[in-house]
């Protein structure tokens, strides 16, 4: 089922997402609706606060994207991105390895507005899967970028809260008005 986008002004949005203690089957749902939505929107990344749940729980897949490479380590050895893919990430410990480096970020809950976001260029991950099972990687490129952005999900942060204060000053009358639409729709209900 594809579930409604939380947009900028919703507060679930910023609220931090509760750890999942078990992959019911309730939450199986939940991440196959959230791959639904995701890929009807042709994003990225989904993080639950998107989709009105603040919950430790992201979707990623970065394989549409062809002009934005991303890299991949397990134990330590080069792998196929493709072999994580899609990806699911519950209750996620990210680690920054490298240096920050700037690129284009947009969210699918700020539509309409992109922005060069400076962030660690890699990431040691360690998460639970869909299964439950502990898993770990080193990712760098756009899936570090991607990764990184939806845990900031996870915790309440939104890559406004990152851009350069010039940057999100040019961006203040869209944000304004994105916000004061979102809390009239939520008056509403
Ligand atoms: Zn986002």
């Known amino acids: 089922m594809i579930l409604p986008i939380i947009k900028f002004g919703n507060p679930v949005l910023r609220k931090k997402g509760e750890h999942i203690e078990k992959v019911t089957p309730e939450i199986k749902q939940l991440i196959a609706d959230m791959f639904e939505t995701m890929e009807a929107s042709h994003g990225v990344g989904l993080a639950a606060q998107q989709v009105g749940r603040a919950l430790q729980l992201t979707v990623i897949d970065v394989r549409q994207v062809e002009d934005r490479p991303s890299t991949l380590e397990l134990k330590g050895k080069p792998a196929d991105v493709a072999e994580i893919m899609p990806l699911v990430l519950i209750n996620p410990e990210v680690t920054a390895v490298g240096a920050p480096t700037t690129g284009g970020e947009g969210c699918l809950s700020f539509p309409e507005i992109f922005a060069e976001i400076a962030r660690p260029e890699s990431v040691d991950v360690k998460a639970?899967?869909?299964?439950?099972?502990?898993?770990?990687?080193?990712?760098?490129?756009?899936?570090?970028?991607?990764?990184?952005?939806?845990?900031?999900?996870?915790?309440?942060?939104?890559?406004?809260?990152?851009m350069e204060r010039k940057t999100k000053e040019e961006f203040r009358d869209e944000l304004d008005a994105l916000q004061a639409a979102t809390k009239a729709e939520l008056k509403k209900k």
């Open 128 to 162: 639970l899967n869909e299964k439950g099972k502990v898993i770990e990687f080193r990712c760098g490129g756009l899936l570090a970028r991607a990764v990184q952005h939806e845990t900031d999900h996870l915790n309440g942060i939104l890559f406004i809260d990152r």
